[in-house]
């Protein structure tokens, strides 16, 4: 996750038994999800991180969560190479589905530096297990595990492809060809990997993460394009560094809205919802806590 130097819910009827919306609270720009219950333990506040492969957990919670490391992966990053404890969640609920054995990170969240803390992230390996509908401009997400967001959203379909494990579309940039880039929420700007045909002034810049900073480029696209939108001279970061495909990402919220469709492979932009569906999901039924309950 790079960044470059509501509380409203869509109220909707339940009649056409469509898929729980749960708010999301926009956190320096960037989309949190309240309400994380981890094997019974809650509620957590965590990042929606698209762009995350893995979810991850503030190593200080993982007893009151039952969590207990399992193994170790080493894991890169603009601040080096760290060794993280790995454990697997029992039940992991969020937005009102309940899913088993999630793998979790030990890890340390971002920290932003206005607003209250969160504590972890929540990415792939719990998104890419559902179907998934977030609107920034209602302010909601409404996950679908039965498929029937499916055959009630409608809009311009992308085709989704896997980078380690995370989605990515197509995107358009002019004369300077089509890419896949990552659809990443958590992403303030367009940031480019690999070789690419820079036109025009190419300037030095500064990336940042939550936990280091980084040297590389920065460049204006004069066009780019993802299924019905269309951007002009768009601010972009450039890391110029080997790669065995270009790629990069790309920031979810200029969408405004999209569905990611595990079942079908596709993202839906700006999708709207069909008759003779009801207008939106509905709202999830609060979880109390102490609940043990993991269906709603």
Known sequence: MFFLLGHALLTLGSTWGLPAAAPL??????????????????????????????????????VKSSLAPQFAVTLESAAGVAVTPVAIARRMEAGGVSLADVEVLLAEPPQFPAGKPVDGVLGQSFLRRTSYWIHYTKGFIAFDVSGRLDNCLQGRALPLSLVKGRPAI?????????????????????????????????????????????????????????????????????????????????????LRSFYVSSQRQSVLVEPGVAEPCASGPAEPPDRKDGATETGW
């Open 25 to 62: 609270e926009m956190q320096a720009g960037y989309p949190v999800l309240a309400g994380v219950w981890v094997n019974g333990a809650g509620p957590y506040r965590m990042l929606l991180d698209t762009g995350a492969e893995s979810t991850s957990l503030r190593p200080s919670l993982a």
């Open 170 to 254: 197509p995107v358009r940039m002019g004369a300077a060809g089509e890419r896949r880039l990552v659809l990443d929420s958590g992403a303030s700007h367009v940031i480019l990997t690999g070789p690419f045909a820079a036109q025009g002034r190419v300037r030095e810049a500064s990336f940042r993460t939550a936990t280091a900073s980084r040297a590389g480029k920065m460049l204006t696209l004069p066009l780019m394009e993802a299924g019905n939108r269309l951007w002009q001279n768009v601010l972009a970061g450039w890391l110029d560094e080997a790669a065995p495909e270009p790629g990069g990402l790309f920031p979810a919220h200029l």
